[in-house]
């Protein structure tokens, strides 16, 4: 059985608090914690910047997944490899130049992966898949948490899955939006190997380690 990752999102964490927020999710056997940055541009709201990655960095040794929601994001680069990412994430609508985007992003040693909104084809990562340290399948249009699974995005984890096996390439499929003990099953059966999960662990009246140990009872085995 592989070890599935579990990345939360701390979108969804009280944000006064939040050093707190990712120390309880390192404790309770977080693998990654996710960090949405949102420009108000491609998406309709507005979240953190680099100083926010470093103020994480600072308290967890988790490696830090940064989900770039913003116009040209290779301006930015630089400042949130240097903030303390591990993995930088980009939208391929927000790139002209994918390909020289991603390389810009392992030239800084830092992880690189492309996201793909609900309606964005797996076609878009064809010529640069060899590149690739993660995918990150969005199963929520982007800009907000708590927002209802969309299943049509099933067919695409496993297209994904396809994908990258021809070539051999060995990247995290992640799957991010609405995930929760009912569609992390479905999701890990397609092919996904690392969940991102705002709500239902930040959120969740049980509490954030019981959360995450629901999670992955729900994935055992599928
Ligand atoms: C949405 C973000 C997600 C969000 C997921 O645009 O990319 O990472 O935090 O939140 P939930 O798990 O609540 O859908
Ligand atoms: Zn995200």
Request: glycine share 8%.
């Amino acid at each position: 059985m592989k070890k599935i990752q579990i990345a939360p999102s701390i979108l969804a964490a009280d944000m006064a608090a939040l050093g707190d927020a990712v120390e309880k999710a390192e404790a309770g056997g977080a693998d990654m914690i996710h960090v949405d940055v949102m420009d108000g541009h491609f998406v309709p709201n507005l979240t953190f910047g680099p100083i926010i990655i470093e103020a994480v960095r600072e308290v967890t040794s988790l490696p830090v997944y940064v989900h770039l929601m913003m116009e040209a994001p290779e301006r930015y680069l630089t400042a949130f490899a240097d903030a303390g990412a591990d993995y930088l994430i980009v939208h391929p609508e927000t790139c002209p130049h994918l390909h020289r985007t991603l390389q810009q992003i392992s030239d800084l040693d830092v992880g690189a992966g492309v996201a793909l909104n609900p309606a964005t084809s797996e076609e878009t990562l064809r010529y640069v898949v060899s590149m690739l340290d993660v995918v990150l399948v969005m199963s929520v249009n982007p800009g907000f948490g708590g927002q209802a699974f969309l299943p049509e995005v099933l067919p695409k984890i496993r297209a994904v899955r396809q994908m990258l096996v021809e070539v051999e390439r060995e990247a995290f499929i992640s799957v991010d939006g609405g995930v929760d003990v009912k569609t992390a099953p479905k999701v890990v059966a397609a092919g996904a190997d690392l969940l991102v999960i705002g709500s239902a662990i930040f959120k969740a009246e049980m509490g954030v380690a019981a959360a995450i140990a629901a999670i992955r009872e729900a994935v055992e085995g599928s």
